[in-house]
């Protein structure tokens, strides 16, 4: 009655897990019925030639999970509950019924990936891994690496490393112009963490926001599975145009990157930052201000934030690493207006736990030793001179595309194309060449959207840029 | 009508940032009005003894920002939009209108942090830090850390670095009884973000949901904030009693721990966790298993998981890092029935974009290299002998508090006062002898609760553990 064993002694299984999972499987299945008595263990340790121990084992662990019962003198007996294994054979799958967030959450259109492995790609947001003092962050990291340091073994805090929060603030303030004490940094694994904690915060169900179209995508998709409307404005070579907001508009939230407007380019002046501050004081509205790349200008210096003129509190900043150290760190901050310090640390206790202690204790001594200031100077020199590059090449090669920004600024450029062009057969041909270029229509609200196209340098050499732009030049001229 | 600019020469801000700060700031304050002409760059320079150059980069940070503006031949002027600034004087500061979920996110009563340095503190959750081998680790992260790496210089995958992800479900498979494939592993930043995520998909206002009292505090919270409504049955020696869910109920999500029952201790055996698999499927309800700590058993080997009972896909696993590798890892990972993968790594997409891939491809290879095995075996000898050490010190000198589980396993104990004790005048007296005990109260639903205390013992040594228990005694005793 007892199933043939099949052991494998060279298996990475232990002998007496194998026996265990034979067994248990056997009486899950109702080979072996309740109350069957199980072989001694010397008998079947005889019969599959293991030690005995090792069959002591296996009943150990069937027993101690319940599946056998144990007599003392009697033996060992398969258990009587067992029965309720034997499953109705109709029962169907389990299919989630999702609440309305989750059916929103299945519809957002996600981001999508290219699989293609493309020999020049522009792909946008990546970082270029020979710039990225790679040897520093090894000793960094190093340094808390060891068993004298009690940090790691705990629970780190919340809102993020205390260290890193007193140098960003300090940087905050003295370089991008946003004057923030330690507390009101928080410090997320994202900036979209930031972005969906602040949603859950403050959006009920059709609640307006105002956002920018072109815009970022992922911000859309995570407003609107919390139910909220977007309000879009079309942006000109100066963001956000913040006169255009209707008279009637009952949003009390307001998405915008000023400093670089995404992904099209430009900067919100002085006057509309100004205006859109005006604005938010007298709806009682929010600003969130992403601040994704502001540290990356090229013919100048950064401009300041958007933050550092609001003076009642309705700012919300969020900066990132992702883009001046290297995307898979995943670390972002958000720097809080006052009212927010609470609500959005205890929100954020609640959805996780805080980011890892080690890569925030390195970060925050790339800060405070100056490390990143002198990487930040590196990466505008590396980073302005392939955009230079790229800019140049377009000029020359595909005169017909057009760059409606003059900021020499982030990782990526945005092309319009002439009206008759079909931006999705221009990726479709540059794919065809080896050449990843990126489809603006995912980032526009309005629909039919203008054809346009995304180029990401910050991950290709100045050579590959110039060989790229040639070989889309020649296909789109066929 | 300038006014006098302080410049500091030996201060890290560099010099034009100074004197570009101090011009905005008058302009903002209204000092210098609309049209005011700026003094010529030679002239200025001149008065506060600084190189031309100096004051010019100050102008162009103030024309690109949009505070001055520039007419060739006759000068810089302040820009006429910059009065907007002056701000109407009785502006309330912003006061945030939160969602329900917002209210109710500030209402939970989230992590209360032990902030007190004690000498001998049985926080629970975490590790010890000889144990982890940090050279080890150093190493398995140098690896990565080279300029011929470009991983780390594109974002990863939402879903978790596709290596790990195969080396979990290998490892689970064969060691925890969870057979799965890599697909239906999913990483995430702890165990929390998983339970959000899942609540987010799966609940809405007014559901039921079925948990263990005592309890996972944190995943109160979490329940509540969703809106629902949290029905708990009383734990006992075998974990959740399934034969007391109310006829009637109507939960279709239950949550609980059943290779180690939190924080009472105890596990659930296979007949009770047939009949909740049998209860799921009449109901067609979904079971959240959290096996937080399932490898940490040492009288024996760890008990398999009720993921691997499931049949139809209803059990969803939740394991994480933070117990056996270190907690400020801040790692942890889900596997996920067929019908939730895409609404899951969805979801997982919006609220942000995946965990640090470094992290991940050195934990990958800790498993694959056979360092977790190793290092579990290590953790099972050194925190089996800790909790052996903590229950005879508890026998000998607090015999009448009463330890409900016998099950050997976990970082921590869960004791039973006797009734007329006040838990908290016990955790107050701790305190005034330096040792740190925590309260049983917030992990009851019920109430009045039970009188009880929780000592993790995975943070102290044998002598520590002994010691802090004489002290808890002696002061008990007064």
Chains 1, 2 share one sequence.
Request: proline share 7%; aromatic share 8%.
């Amino acid at each position: 009655m007892l199933p043939t064993l099949h052991l494998q002694k060279d298996n990475a299984l232990p002998l007496y897990w194998q026996i265990y999972w034979q067994l248990r499987e056997a009486i899950l299945a109702g080979q072996l019925p309740a109350g069957t008595r199980l072989p001694a263990s010397r008998n079947l340790a005889k019969t599959v030639k293991v030690a005995r121990v090792t069959v002591t084992q296996a009943y150990e662990q069937l027993q101690a999970e319940g599946y056998v019962v144990s007599h003392v003198g009697a033996g060992t007996f398969v258990a009587d509950d067992v029965g309720l294994a034997k499953r109705e054979s109709n029962a169907a799958p389990f299919h989630p019924v999702l609440s309305t967030w989750g059916e929103r959450a299945l519809a957002a259109q996600g981001k999508t990936g290219q699989s293609t492995r493309l020999q020049i790609d522009f792909g946008f947001g990546r970082s270029f891994p020979h710039i990225f003092p790679y040897n520093i962050w090894r000793r960094l990291l190093a340094r808390y690496l060891s068993v004298d340091d009690v940090m790691l073994s705990r629970y780190g805090s919340t809102a993020g490393f205390m260290p890193l929060r007193q140098a960003l603030a300090d940087y905050l303030g003295r370089l991008r112009g946003v004057p923030c004490k330690p507390e009101q940094v928080v410090i997320v694994n994202g900036a979209q963490q930031a972005l969906d904690i602040l949603a859950r915060l403050l959006l009920s169900q059709e609640d307006e926001v105002l956002v920018e179209t072109p815009g970022y995508a992922a911000a859309f998709d995570l407003f609107r599975t919390h139910g909220a409307k977007l309000v879009s404005l079309p942006v000109d070579e100066e963001g956000f145009p913040v006169e255009r907001i209707p008279a009637n508009s009952r949003a009390r939230l307001v998405f915008v990157t000023p400093s670089n407007q995404f992904p099209s380019g430009g900067t919100m002046p002085l006057a509309r930052r100004l205006a859109l501050l005006q604005w938010a004081r007298q709806r009682d509205a929010l600003i969130i201000e992403d601040d994704y790349d502001g540290e990356l200008r090229y013919d100048g210096r950064p401009l300041t934030a958007l933050q550092g003129l609001d003076e009642d509190g309705r700012v919300v900043y969020l900066g990132t690493f992702s883009k001046v150290l290297f995307p898979a760190l995943r670390l972002s901050y958000v720097v809080l207006p006052p009212a927010l310090i609470t609500p959005f640390t205890q929100a954020k206790a609640l959805v996780d736990r805080g980011a890892p202690t080690l890569t925030q204790a390195a970060v925050s001594d790339f800060i405070t030793e100056r490390h990143f200031e002198r990487h930040l100077r590196h990466l505008r020199h590396s980073y302005g001179q392939r955009r230079q590059v790229l800019v140049e090449a377009v000029k020359r090669y595909l005169p017909d595309l057009v760059c409606r920004s003059n900021t020499a600024a982030g990782l990526h450029v945005m092309l319009y194309l002439p009206p008759h062009m079909d931006e999705a057969e221009v990726v479709r041909r540059a794919t065809a060449v080896g050449v990843g270029i990126y489809p603006g229509a995912p980032y526009h609200l309005e629909w039919p959207s203008p054809p346009s196209i995304l180029l990401g340098f910050s991950g290709l050499t100045e050579v590959e840029i110039e060989e790229g732009i040639q070989r889309l030049a020649t296909t789109l001229a066929k």
